[in-house]
């Protein structure tokens, strides 16, 4: 059985970006208002600018994302509601990342700096942004990281389906 049939693909986009980015807008959005709640206006640059959030924002829901997805594939294919590719899917996109979990998690999270949150920073360094008021910056960066999560979470998922494909982890029959 192919791992993403039609309902497998719904499964997986529900599991595996949905849910994610949902966690991580209620979260971020959370995390802002206890820092900025006080801020009237929140500059750009600084140590606690935009700049410097949409950074360490993206750090954090990447970093945190491989782990949590590994072991949420690794139980979905205990009980069956995952099954794991068949050899002739089994194409690891991600066979450049590496193998052990913890500098998995950091590859991931430095690519998505560099992929995600740089050219976000460049841009509004380009169009000299200098400040966001409160209200408008708190969605922007709850919907700034639910985009990572909705992004990193497919991968991550991929990449721990591949690993436990080619570990031969089986699905119960």
Request: aromatic content about 10%; hydrophobic content about 55%.
């Amino acid at each position: 059985m192919s791992t993403f049939t039609p309902n497998g693909r719904k499964q997986f986009i529900t599991e595996f970006c949905l849910k994610p980015a949902f966690v991580n807008l209620v979260l971020s959005a959370a995390a802002g208002w206890m820092v900025y709640r006080s801020t009237a206006v929140v500059p750009f640059w600084g140590e606690q600018g935009i700049a410097a959030d949409l950074v360490i924002t993206t750090f954090i829901v990447a970093v945190l994302t491989y782990p949590i997805t590994r072991g949420l594939v690794r139980a979905q294919l205990r009980t069956g509601r995952l099954r794991p590719f068949t050899r002739s899917e089994l194409r690891d996109p991600l066979r450049l990342f590496p193998k052990h979990v913890l500098f998995r998690s950091l590859f991931l999270a430095l690519g998505s700096v560099l992929f995600l949150a740089a050219p976000v920073v460049l841009a509004g360094s380009l169009l000299r942004i200098e400040a966001a008021g409160f209200i408008p910056f708190l969605p922007l960066k709850a919907a700034f990281a639910a985009a990572v999560a909705a992004i990193t979470g497919p991968l991550s998922a991929v990449s721990a389906l591949v690993d436990a494909t080619a570990e031969g982890q089986q699905a119960p029959i």
